[in-house]
């Protein structure tokens, strides 16, 4: 082996010449450079977000349980499930015979009660003098009086025998109650007036009643949307107010969404998402939470609370209950100095390179997104560094 001598040359390294070869020994003032072939990032400025990713359901915003107001059997079936519909028409129909002769008797009720009031108000009925006097007479000479000079005593002497007088005097005339004044010739209670007002309101009310019992023979749509399901058939025996016919508002989906107890606290109202579906894979959908459940739910190993997001505009051709995915930004930082979050290393240091090769850096970060992360110190804009090892 030949003899070797050291040479000193630029960049601070001593380089060994010897025979058959040359040796080099680099000698490092800083951090020891690491040599890497891994892939690399620019340090730069752009938005940094993190966010929930979760999946749900396309469910209805609103559904509607409709149903008969009586019971009945199952004459007219207009729909079946999938069909859309508008609003007013009417889905389903039961025998109404029933119904409509309930309404017909007391639309006669009605009408007599409304007779019989207009009668108590005429008024000869309504006078009170003039009924105190004919009761007076009645009570006095029943039997038409031929001589209109007669004296009270004759008459009152022509009267029926004494068994059948003594039940009439036990209602005083109205002259000796009141005076003559209308408002003490009866008692409220015999007023026949208010009496046939009573009648007039409960008839009114059994009319109402009856009507809306007819009208529930029907069931019609309260808004346009889509049927969802059907519980019966023609000829199906019905009860009064058990569902009938579901349906829903295909303008209000929304999908409904399970999220894990660990991320569900860091959901609110109001925070911006995406919702990606099987038939769009490459179109997010825009959305935004509308609803995060206060009350989680266990299958018995997690926990999860359900939450509810709106499309900000839906797509026309909805399934209902059809899979979506769900990403909720919950933290974002719209211009911040940047980095891939695979270039920050546990110790919180990242590789920068340089020409004389790969160097560690500590740094301090600010928000970890999922695919950055924010550096508030130790990098600056326009660095290359190390995004992987090899």
Known sequence: MGVGRWVWVAGGAVVLLAAGGVAAVTLSHGPAAIASTS????????????????????????????????AGTV?????????????GQVLA?????????????????????????DAAKKPAANDCATRGHTVESALRSPAPTTSPSASP??????????TTRPARPTTAPPTSRGGGSGGDCAPSGDDPVLRAQQQVSSANLALDQARDALAGT??????????????????ASVT???????????????????VPEADAGRLAVGQAATITLPDRPGTPLDATVVQVDPVGTSDGTLVVFGARLAFAKAPTDLLVGQTAAVRVTIATRPDALRVPSTAVRADGSVLVRTPSGDHPTQVEVGLRGDAYTEITAGLIDGQEIVTASS
Not at 218 to 235: D, E, F, R
Request: glycine content about 10%; overall charge negative.
């Open 39 to 70: 892939d690399t990032a620019t340090v730069g400025h752009g938005a940094v977000s993190l966010a929930v990713a979760t999946t749900g359901a396309v469910t209805p915003a609103q559904s509607y349980a409709l149903g008969f107001a009586t």
């Open 75 to 87: 004459t007219v079936l207009a729909v079946h499930p999938g069909d859309p519909v508008t609003k």
């Open 93 to 117: 129909r039961i025998d109404d015979a029933d119904a409509q002769q309930k309404v017909d008797t007391a639309e006669a009720a009605a009408d007599r009660a409304a007779d019989a009031l």
């Open 153 to 162: 005593g004759p008459t009152r002497t022509a009267t029926p025998p004494p």
């Open 218 to 235: 029907a069931i019609t749509a309260p808004v346009a949307g889509t049927v969802l399901s059907v519980a019966g058939a023609v000829g």
């Open 240 to 258: 009064s107010g058990g569902t009938f016919v579901t349906l829903a508002d295909p303008a209000g989906m929304q999908v409904r969404a399970s």
